[in-house]
């Protein structure tokens, strides 16, 4: 604290002149240059460009305002329609009927034709689901405005009429001195705050433009600004827009510049003198550190590492001081650091035995690191039994105590664990602090020659673990790793005993408790184990012809290959002699998954073991084959897992050397042909083997050819033409459907442009869209680029989507229907009603056809419940305004009831199956043909009837 006292008294006595400093001299001169003359240009700029900035505000300003006033009338009028539809809600549910009124609201239910009067354009609208507004005045002269809508019912058609008295005003929104003026479609003033002119009005008139329009009206010599916004009542309503017109004169908008102007130069002045002023503060101000800094740094020492600097500028010097604080701090903690390694190597030179020098170590921790737990696991050379010395914070001693009952695999994972860690469940009852459980802990493994130990430390609550700490922690645990190297023969014994000295990899006894603790946690962690026996084809005659020397070298190479091909969590053994083994602990329980996962990995396994071993100049090139087996189908213990695994490697040595075989052939077989199926579809997209099959789309009235769905096919070149159903999942699941549905969207889109180049304008066409293709965020735009390179209407071409695909993400399928439909293009469900249909949905998807699923259609004239299904189908698409398709027919009893029920489109083997591009316009001109042949004879048997 002297040493500050000092360096705040030297530091008050050298900043008493600011201006006698060189450095506060120039930063003067350079404030004067650059800040001073400056201001003197960026006033008359500023002047300027706020003058301009004012006008635009204000204009903002005016907008924001009479869009919030139309947005809250819309607002009101929604929730006036939403009275109507709650009630029309309990009419269909037989609540209320007609004459009826609710308790609370002034609505009011009536048949139609009765009461109030409606003309036939509002009859079609009240019957097309829209609104129908009037109003009139009441007997005391207020306004009433009337909001129906209809609702069908089984007493008949009728009219729910919500009468509301009093419009919101809109001052509420905008100011009290400006006039408003709600307009209908036609111009006629609903609500007005005053009069309008009769000027504005004719202006408003002559305005056809939509959206927000702003413009002058000369009114007797007065100049109005007018603004509009058009208030969008057709997609709620089913009205023709109103608008909200707004007009004031401009009287006030110059004086916030003209009063800005007046105020410019007296600032201006005022803030050049308060910024002399300030700089000369924050010189002087700013020299105070520079002068503690000093005289810190010339009174630390070795003897003297307390030195700290109190800066609280909170700028670089604050940073400054922060930064010659940490270093002082650093060589403190270094200081401190040194002296804990030197007490460590002092105890390992003068101890005879490992705890010592952990105990050392742990004491150590105490003063550097902060941390409420610690401890170490090592051997001490005296039995093959595992010690742990732990140490809580506020302690003296710690305690040591042996944990015999470990399993070798259980110790393998405690000695090799790093960083941040879970306390596995074998070990938790041993850390604890005090009363409280230690869950997690950073740990570090040391590599004690042949032996192996590990450093847990658990920092203490609400103090984070820093890098320092980290470095710090390691360091130590590093200095410990040397000493323990005295006590390490026990361990080089263990190592020994648990790996294979040629190729460093656990060995058959090691190999065997992995693979029973693999075993043992299978089912608590709800995982299959899969193990790969691993066998080298003919490697006896490396040693013959090579000598053993040359032999022991591939079996390096071989160890080493192997291990760097699994995964981390994999397990490599080698069992003796050219045998190998890997367990896989993590495997799903399905079967087949499994199997397809340890086929994958076997497939890796043999394809790094087809790269040729250079060894000694030497291309040796090595075969293996390979036996799978899983547990627990394959053996409920190791012993009859291994005797699995085995049995299949030597099956596959008779069978198909360089490969592997499951021990189940016909998972095996399943697994085989799954991934060969994947590869083939790579291939098959690679080589454009995938192609469009066309399938008629009919009109349910006339009989015609309205279009067709393209439907991918794939011409396999041993299988021939295979259906969606022998590649589409696999597709899918390996993410190739992306590139070839693109693929087939662009050559569908050319095909309907062929057609329509020869005269077929009328013909569209449908194309499936996968989940995959969907989630895509770059279809909108490849849908975008097709229909421009390829030159056809939009609205030709239908995406359809499956139902479970639709409605799987909501907002995001809402969101990328309406960019598609934006773009014209025809949106359609198929498989309707298979998946989560709601009318929520529905309702908010811009969507043009249902697609009503085969699995409805075929119990048409089988069952009245399916018959009944396919009936509400076709009402709920008619209700919503949609096209209609039914897929799957293929009898006349099937079509005679979709066409009597109004079915728009059939698609069906009673007409055709999916055919080629060439066949699929033959039937198209033979349908046509036959229809121009049907004509005369339909008007020959008209003309020949007799007349009553």
């Known amino acids: 604290m002297d040493v500050l006292a000092s360096a705040s008294a030297s530091a008050t006595t050298g900043t008493r002149s600011v201006l006698s400093s060189p450095f506060a001299r120039r930063l003067m001169l350079l404030f004067i240059i650059s800040a001073l ?52 809600e309990e009419v269909r549910r037989g609540r209320l009927k007609a004459g009826q009124q609710l308790p609370g609201r002034d609505i009011t239910i009536e048949a139609l034709g009765t009461g109030r009067r409606f003309d036939a354009a509002d009859i079609k609208s009240l019957r097309l689901g829209h609104s129908v507004f009037d109003y009139a005045k009441d007997q005391a002269g207020d ?87 058009q208030i969008f009542m057709g997609a709620e309503f089913g009205l023709r827009d109103w608008k909200i017109a707004v007009w004031h004169d401009d009287g006030d908008l110059l004086a916030s510049a003209a009063d800005f102007s007046k105020m410019l130069r007296p600032v201006l002045l005022i803030a050049t003198l308060s910024a002399v002023l300030l700089a000369m503060i924050a010189i002087r101000r700013h020299l105070r550190p520079f002068h503690l800094l000093t005289a810190a740094a010339e009174r630390i020492g070795p003897d003297n590492l307390d030195v700290t600097v109190d800066l609280r500028s909170g700028d670089e010097l604050q940073q400054l001081g922060n930064a010659f604080n940490a270093m002082a701090l650093r060589l403190k903690r270094n200081f401190e650091f040194q002296s804990a390694l030197a007490a460590i190597d002092r105890d390992a ?32 050379g005296r039995s093959d039994s595992l010690l742990m010395m732990a140490r809580e914070t506020g302690t003296r001693e710690p305690t040591l105590r042996r944990v015999p009952d470990l399993s070798c695999g259980d110790r393998v994972l405690l000695l090799s664990a790093e960083a941040w860690v879970e306390v596995p469940l074998e070990v938790q009852p041993l850390c604890r602090a005090g009363d409280t459980p230690v869950d997690h802990v950073y740990a570090v493994p040391l590599a004690v020659g042949e032996q192996a130990a590990a450093v847990w430390i658990a920092p203490s609550r609400g103090a984070p673990f820093t890098t320092d700490d980290e470095h710090t922690f390691r360091e130590l645990a590093a200095r410990l790793a040397v000493a323990l190297v005295n006590f390490s023969a026990k361990e080089e014994l263990f190592q020994e005993a648990h790996f294979d000295t040629l190729t460093g990899l656990p060995n058959r006894r090691l190999f065997r408790d992995m693979l029973d ?121 190791s012993d009859e897992l291994l005797r699995s695994a085995d049995a299949a490697m030597y099956s596959t040595k008779d069978e198909s050397r360089g490969g592997y075989t499951f021990f189940s052939q016909e998972l095996n077989a399943k697994a085989t042909r799954r ?93 499936n869209v996968s989940a995959r293709q969907f989630d895509d965020p770059h279809l909108v735009a490849l849908v975008e680029n097709i229909i421009d390179d390829v030159g056809i209407p939009a609205s030709s071409l239908e995406l359809e989507i499956t139902e479970s695909t639709a409605c799987r993400r909501l907002d995001h399928t809402v969101e990328i229907m309406t960019q598609l439909a934006a773009l014209g293009v025809r949106l359609a469900i198929d498989d309707f009603g298979t998946g989560h249909s709601s009318l929520s949905y529905l309702q908010r998807m811009p969507l ?71 066949k699929f316009i033959e039937y198209v001109m033979e349908r046509r043909a036959l229809a121009r042949k049907r004509v005369p004879a339909a008007r020959a048997e008209r003309h020949s009837m007799p007349v009553s």
């Open 848 to 918: 043009h056809t249902l697609k009503v699923d085969r699995s409805f259609v075929i119990e048409i004239g089988v069952s009245t419940r399916g018959e009944s299904i396919v009936d509400a189908i076709l009402a709920l698409g008619k209700c919503l305004g949609l096209d209609i398709v039914a897929e799957g027919v293929e009898t006349e009893e099937q079509l005679r009831y979709l066409a009597q029920r109004d079915c728009d489109s059939i698609q069906g083997w009673l007409f055709k199956p999916a055919l080629s591009s060439i």
């Open 37 to 88: 003359l400056p201001a003197l240009a960026l006033g008359v700029l500023t002047f300027r460009y706020v003058q301009h900035e004012l006008d635009a505000v204000h204009e903002r300003h005016a907008q924001h305002l009479i869009k919030a006033a139309g947005l809250n009338l819309f607002d009101w009028l929604l929730r006036r329609d939403t009275e109507i539809k709650e009630t029309i």
């Open 517 to 637: 603790a693999a075993i043992l946690r299978a089912p608590r962690e709800r995982h299959a184990v899969g193990l790969l026996f691993v066998d080298l084809d003919d490697f006896k005659y490396v040693n013959d012809s090579l000598g053993h020397a040359m032999g022991d070298k591939l079996l390096r190479a071989v160890g080493h290959g192997l291990r760097q091909t699994v995964r981390d969590t994999d397990l490599v053994a080698r069992l003796g002699g050219d045998e190998f083994v890997v367990i896989v602990p993590d495997l799903p329980l399905d079967e087949v998954a499994a199997s397809t996962q340890l086929a994958t990995t076997a497939e890796k396994l043999l394809g790094e073991l087809r790269n040729p071993a250079s060894i000694d100049g030497h291309e040796l090139l090595v075969r293996a084959s390979i036996g799978a087996a899983i547990h627990p189908r394959d053996g409920a213990n």
């Open 143 to 229: 306004a009433v405005y009337r909001f129906s809508r209809l609702v069908d019912t089984a007493a008949g058609e009728l009219v729910v009429t919500n009468a509301v008295r009093g419009m919101p005003s809109a001052h509420t929104v905008l100011p009290p001195s400006i006039a408003y003026c709600f307009l209908t479609a036609d111009g006629v003033p609903i609500r007005c705050s005053e009069s309008m002119p009769a000027s504005v009005q004719a202006a408003i008139g002559a305005q056809r433009q939509a959206g927000y329009q702003t413009y002058e009206v000369d009114d007797a010599g007065q100049i109005l600004h007018v603004r509009t916004w």
């Open 675 to 767: 991934i060969e199926l994947q590869a083939e579809i790579a291939r098959g997209a690679e080589r454009d083997e995938f192609i469009l099959h066309y399938q008629p789309q009919i009109s349910a009235a006339d009989g015609s050819v309205t279009g067709c769905e393209a439907l991918l096919r794939w011409q396999h070149p041993t299988r021939g033409l295979l259906g969606p159903g022998e590649f589409l999942a696999e597709a899918e699941a390996t993410g190739l459907i992306g590139e070839i549905g693109a693929s087939a969207l662009r050559r569908a889109a050319r095909q309907l442009a062929a057609w329509h180049e020869l005269g077929f304008t009328d013909l569209s066409m449908s194309v």
């Open 349 to 380: 030179l003068t101890s005879k035995d490992a705890a010592t020098t952990v105990r050392a170590l742990l004491s150590g921790l105490a003063d550097l690191v902060p941390h409420e737990w610690s401890c170490v696991w090592f051997h001490d």
